[in-house]
Nanobody, 116 residues
Framework: QVQLVESGGGLVQPGGSLRLSCAASGFTFSSYNMRWYRQSPGNERELVAGISSRSDSIIYVDSVKGRFTISRDNAKNTVYLQMNSLKPEDTAVYYC?????????WGQGTQVTVSS
């Protein structure tokens, strides 16, 4: 079965950094685009970043461009989100996502809180 497990969230001060990881299993990881989403209370889940199977195409939501970096290690079946210069508005639950046979799969999420 498809399984996605996020880790790396936590409490950080504004301007700080976190690195999120998503460990994937149950599918051929190297053949699929991977995405990071986030959701904060009262808001819809939004796409933060996406990366193609060979890392040749990468997208970011405008609000994180220049601060976040998505990457993947296909040998480790893991996708990462390096988050720098964090702002309070980055506070959210961050989710890893893959669309497998037209079905979206989600991890359990990892909480990121940016606060002084």
């Amino acid at each position: 079965q498809v399984q996605l497990v996020e880790s790396g969230g936590g409490l950080v001060q504004p301007g700080g950094s976190l690195r999120l990881s998503c460990a994937a299993s149950g599918f051929t990881f190297s053949s699929y685009n991977m995405r990071w989403y986030r959701q904060s209370p009262g808001n819809e889940r939004e796409l933060v970043a996406g990366i193609s199977s060979r890392s040749d195409s990468i997208i970011y939501v405008d609000s994180v461009k220049g601060r976040f970096t998505i990457s993947r290690d296909n040998a480790k079946n893991t996708v990462y989100l390096q988050m720098n210069s964090l702002k309070p508005e980055d506070t959210a639950v961050y989710y890893c996502n893959v669309v497998f046979y037209r079905t979206p799969y989600w991890g359990q999420g990892t909480q990121v809180t940016v606060s002084s």
